[in-house]
């Protein structure tokens, strides 16, 4: 398998000047609450132009959206990486909770306040789409490429790329309303340890 190039260094700045954005998105969500954020604010908090903004995003839900893509497509890596042995939601599981972990989610539990304004978040359509969009592909082709299937004929690099979003969107879901709080990497497990279950009848 061909490494991956690492981005030129046109390229590295604007991936950091969409992280950044995101960045100051989720931010100002949390200080102000998400029906307060704008896009003029949000430019003015990563220290860039209005004009900037609108060349990496086209609302502030994409905006949002960014930082659970980006790490989804860091899982895409890691998935391709992963030792070709391993059986496939092992893999996927530590794919997808590896970013997570990396990025300091399990350093502190969030706050309810912070829960309260990602349940706002998970309600809207535009960010679901964002996040979908921008991940199933790439997801099924490195499913297709570890199981041996195609990406474009098969259907199950596509039904386990998409059984991935919905497993991330419901545990997103669960977290946001757990009481008492959880980290998120705890009901990401538990999807995808049901889903490698077969997703057994809980009342059975």
Do not use: C, H
């Not at 609108?54 to 839900?61: H, M, V």
């Not at 912070?114 to 998970?122: C, G, H, M, R, V």
């Not at 879901?173 to 490698?196: D, G, M, Q, S």
Request: proline share 7%; glycine share 4%; aromatic share 6%.
């Amino acid at each position: 398998m061909a490494a991956s190039v690492p981005p030129g260094l046109r390229e590295r700045k604007k991936l950091d000047t969409r992280m950044a954005l995101s960045d100051a998105a989720l931010v100002l969500m949390f200080e102000r609450g998400l029906e307060n954020v704008v896009r003029e604010d949000i430019a003015a908090q990563a220290g860039v132009s209005v004009r900037t903004f609108t060349n990496y995003f086209a609302n502030k839900y994409e905006a949002l959206a960014y930082r659970q893509i980006e790490r989804m497509r860091r899982t895409v890596e890691m998935l391709r990486a992963r030792p070709a042995g391993e059986p496939l939601w092992e893999a996927v599981t530590a794919a997808v909770l590896a970013p997570l972990v990396d990025d300091g989610v399990n350093r502190r539990p969030p706050t309810r306040e912070q829960l309260a304004e990602a349940a706002k978040l998970t309600a809207v359509p535009e960010v679901y789409a964002a996040f979908t969009r921008e991940v199933t592909g790439d997801l099924a082709a490195a499913v297709a490429a570890r199981t041996g299937t195609d990406a474009e004929r098969d259907l199950y690099p596509r039904l386990v790329a998409g059984a991935v979003v919905v497993a991330y969107q419901a545990a997103i879901e669960v977290y946001v309303r757990a009481e008492p709080p959880v980290f998120l990497t705890v009901p990401l497990r538990e999807a995808f340890t049901r889903i490698a279950a077969g997703l057994p009848d809980p009342s059975a």
